[in-house]
């Protein structure tokens, strides 16, 4: 299994640089949203009567920035499970799978 976290996975064929592409696209929206949800609740906090909806946001946000970590982990979990293409392969490297066609 390769490494994980092995930044020439990232381009390792059209493929994995498409993997990344998508993951990193759902990681800024998930960013978006965290943020989006901190700057709501901090709004509500200067009101009263929202500050308890202002709380839920605080919440909802923080569980939504410890997604992205998730999110990267994942990629790279995918990533190290994709095949390599001989070509991007060490000499003398075996395919990641046995059952790749690559």
């Known amino acids: 299994m390769p490494k994980l ?9 059209q493929d994995h640089a498409e993997l990344v592409r998508r993951y990193e696209l759902y990681r800024t929206i998930v960013e978006f949203l965290a943020a989006l949800t901190f700057v709501i609740g901090s ?3 200067f009101y009263d009567s929202l500050i308890y909806a202002g709380t839920w946001f605080f919440l909802i946000g923080s569980i939504l920035f410890a997604v992205r970590p998730t999110i990267r982990l994942l990629l790279e979990l995918h ?6 293409p001989k070509e991007f392969r060490p000499y003398g490297a075996e395919p990641v799978a046995s059952n790749s066609k690559a």
């Not at 976290?5 to 064929?13: N, Q």
């Not at 990533?79 to 390599?84: D, F, G, I, T």
């Open 43 to 45: 709004v509500f906090f």
């Open 79 to 84: 990533l190290a499970h994709l095949p390599v």
């Open 5 to 13: 976290f092995d930044g020439t996975l990232r381009v390792a064929s």
